[in-house]
């Protein structure tokens, strides 16, 4: 009896799971193959997505201010309008400056364009010493053109008419959600009594969204405040056009601190040559380390817990999927889709460490050096007991043979 029940436990599917019994490759080209229509999906309505979400994540940094309101007594209705009213003048204040920042580009460009032009030569004339063909040089030199560099800061921002619908999308949203935002923590304990790991996820998912965003946006001001001051006083023409640049970077992990200093190190090639690209490339490298490696990581916290390989992964993956503005928002959309699928659900917990989770890693890591440290001041110690054993048993006479 006792053998046939353990065989029957033996034949049931690991955790309940009524796909245990299909071969493991086929799960995993299932769930590729699903990924894969995900993304392409995601794809085909990134006009439509990427502003929604956006609007998500706005709603949710801002919520905390609607709940304070309403326990300050203020009433609901006028909580909800508050919450809206800043957060469309927080957005009527980027756009405002991203237009300004576009218009000094464009007006900037054409001043310093025979020196690109040349700046292009010059690097034509290397790339053929070292045996590039004229059709190889031609293809990468053509990108100093100052009318094609225009023309791509413009398709990167859109046209009139895609912006237009983003906003209004935007907007539309953030209005919607700030109204559905009151029922929001009621929602969650009705479906918590059914479905609490999910619920758990999801409130999880936005609290650190919410504690990313803000502590890159504050440290992201902060760090195009300095950068802008620094190139105001090294006389880098368009300096606060690359202070905005420098802060919209800073919403881009990993790669974001080399697309923001690029041009500041061409216009102060241009006007200062090496000695102010050095400037600029300490300036800007410590003003990075500081912000980025000492002071986010303890205001962030573990909110984030994603490994540095993925974070590079996921800015390249949602920047192909849903346009540049995926790059900004990579961050919030892979730990939307962590607490989707692994903190869901607690069979897959094992895989947090895996994507970057290295809280307990890090304690094990930190015991093992300690056991290891312990080890080695032990090991003179041993030494030494054994070394005065010897000489003891050498200078000691020899015992007399027994009677």
Do not use: C, H
């Given at each position: 009896?006792?053998?046939?029940?353990?065989?029957?436990?033996?034949?049931?599917?690991?955790?309940?799971?009524?796909?245990?019994?299909?071969?493991?490759?086929?799960l995993i080209l299932a769930g590729l193959g699903g990924a894969t229509l995900t993304a392409v999906g995601l794809w085909a309505i990134q006009s439509f997505f990427a502003p929604f979400f956006l609007a998500l994540v706005l709603t949710i940094c801002a919520h905390p201010i609607r709940v304070a309101l309403e326990r300050w007594g203020v009433a609901r209705g006028f909580a909800t309008g508050s919450v809206i009213t800043v957060v469309f003048l927080m957005l009527a204040a980027f756009v405002f400056a991203l237009?300004?920042?576009?218009?000094?580009?464009?007006?900037?460009?054409?001043?310093?364009?025979?020196?690109?032009?040349?700046?292009?030569?010059?690097?034509?004339?290397?790339?053929?010493?070292?045996?590039?063909?004229?059709?190889?040089?031609?293809?990468i030199t053509s990108g100093f053109d100052p009318g094609r560099i225009l023309g791509f800061v413009a398709a990167l921002l859109g046209n009139v008419t895609s912006v237009t619908v983003g906003l209004v999308i935007v907007l539309t949203s953030l209005i919607l959600m700030a109204m559905d935002a009151v029922y929001v923590p009621l929602l969650m304990r009705q479906v918590g009594r059914t479905r609490p790991n999910m619920?758990?996820?999801?409130?999880?998912?936005?609290t650190g969204v919410r504690r990313y965003m803000v502590a890159t946006t504050a440290l992201g001001i902060a760090q195009g405040l300095l950068n802008w001051v620094a190139l105001v006083i090294l006389d880098i023409p368009g300096a606060f056009l690359w202070g905005l640049l420098s802060f919209l970077c800073s919403y881009i992990p990993n790669i974001?601190?080399?697309?923001?200093?690029?041009?500041?190190?061409?216009?102060?090639?241009?006007?200062?040559?090496?000695?102010v690209v050095i400037a600029v490339i300490i300036i800007y490298g410590v003003i990075n380390a500081v912000v980025?490696?000492?002071?986010?990581?303890?205001?962030?916290?573990n909110a984030v817990a994603l490994g540095q390989t993925i974070t590079f992964v996921s800015v390249l993956f949602w920047a192909v999927v849903i346009g540049p503005i995926g790059a900004i928002l990579a961050i919030p959309l892979t730990l939307l889709v962590r607490a989707i699928l692994i903190d869901s659900n607690p069979s897959a917990a094992w895989w947090r460490p895996v994507i970057g989770?290295?809280?307990?890693?890090?304690?094990?890591?930190?015991?093992?050096?300690?056991?290891?440290?312990?080890?080695k001041k032990s090991r003179p110690r041993r030494r030494a007991v054994g070394v005065a054993e010897t000489r003891s048993l050498e200078t000691d006479p020899k015992p007399s043979p027994p009677a």
């Open positions: 009896m006792a053998d046939s029940s353990k065989g029957t436990t033996e034949t049931q599917p690991e955790n309940g799971s009524k796909f245990a019994n299909y071969p493991r490759s086929a237009v300004v920042a576009f218009g000094q580009f464009a007006a900037l460009l054409p001043q310093f364009g025979p020196q690109i032009i040349d700046i292009g030569t010059q690097i034509g004339d290397w790339l053929k010493s070292i045996g590039l063909t004229q059709e190889q040089v031609s293809s619920v758990a996820a999801l409130a999880g998912f936005a974001g601190y080399f697309i923001a200093i690029i041009p500041p190190i061409v216009f102060g090639l241009l006007v200062g040559g090496w000695p980025q490696s000492l002071i986010q990581p303890r205001v962030v916290g989770d290295l809280t307990e890693t890090k304690r094990i890591m930190k015991d093992e050096d300690l056991r290891s440290k312990q080890a």
